[in-house]
T-cell receptor, first 107, second 115 residues
Framework: AQRVTQPEKLLSVFKGAPVELKCNYS??????LFWYVQYSRQRLQLLLR??SRESIKGFTADLNKGETSFHLKKPFAQEEDSAMYYC?????????FGTGTSLTVIP | DAGVTQSPTHLIKTRGQHVTLRCSPI?????VSWYQQVLGQGPQFIFQ???????GRGNFPDRFSARQFPNYSSELNVNALLLGDSALYLC??????????????FGQGTRLTVV
């Protein structure tokens, strides 16, 4: 069955510390993976997608097909990174979201 | 650019009633998707429409239906409402439909409460 798993519901890090938000997926085929972010009182928005291999706001994510993971990383967390982060998978005209990780960056 | 707009923003219905939620995509976007987000969970995919045809369907009962109009706006209909249908309903639009999953732009959602 297709599934996206985000094992951490809550994650707190200090400003300037590295941050890693975990995402594992289960999918039979070649999915496309995304990270979406929702800042306080704002709508859900795309942060990055694996196919573009971009770095957005200092965040990167590498698709590891062997480990079926798509972890989101940033070397130095900023206070404005505090938000809800969702990992998502797209395949065969269906989309699957994880349950989300709430990231708090402590000043 | 107004972005994706959804109406109404909040809605209270009684069990057994029917509800219609509306979504206007970003101008030029031809694909609309609907999601249900229960408190504490991620969005759950319900439908995807492209060029007025259903192109994807999630694991939801037949009480849920949708359609897309010639102007690419969309309606989500839910019949025989249950308490468990209480959720935030999100609409997302994208420019095209593609196997590589185009970027989706989300609306603010409609908060449905079933009492």
């Amino acid at each position: 069955a297709q599934r996206v798993t985000q094992p951490e519901k809550l994650l707190s890090v200090f400003k300037g510390a590295p941050v890693e938000l975990k995402c594992n997926y289960s999918y039979s085929g070649s999915p496309e993976l995304f990270w979406y972010v929702q800042y306080s009182r704002q709508r859900l928005q795309l942060l990055l997608r694996h196919i573009s291999r971009e770095s957005i706001k200092g965040f990167t994510a590498d698709l590891n097909k062997g480990e079926t993971s798509f972890h989101l990383k940033k070397p130095f967390a900023q206070e404005e990174d505090s938000a809800m982060y969702y990992c998502a998978l797209s395949g065969r005209n269906q989309f699957y979201f994880g349950t989300g990780t709430s990231l708090t960056v402590i000043p | 650019d107004a972005g994706v707009t959804q109406s109404p923003t909040h809605l209270i219905k009684t069990r057994g009633q029917h509800v219609t939620l509306r979504c206007s995509p970003i101008s030029g976007h031809k694909s609309v998707s609907w999601y249900q987000q229960v408190l504490g969970q991620g969005p759950q995919f319900i439908f995807q429409y492209y060029e007025k045809e259903e192109r994807g369907r999630g694991n939801f009962p037949d009480r849920f239906s949708a359609r897309q109009f010639p102007n690419y706006s969309s309606e989500l209909n839910v019949n025989a409402l249950l308490l468990g249908d209480s959720a935030l309903y999100l609409c997302a639009s994208s420019l095209v439909l593609g196997a590589r999953g185009p970027e989706a732009f989300f609306g603010q959602g409609t908060r449905l409460t079933v009492v």
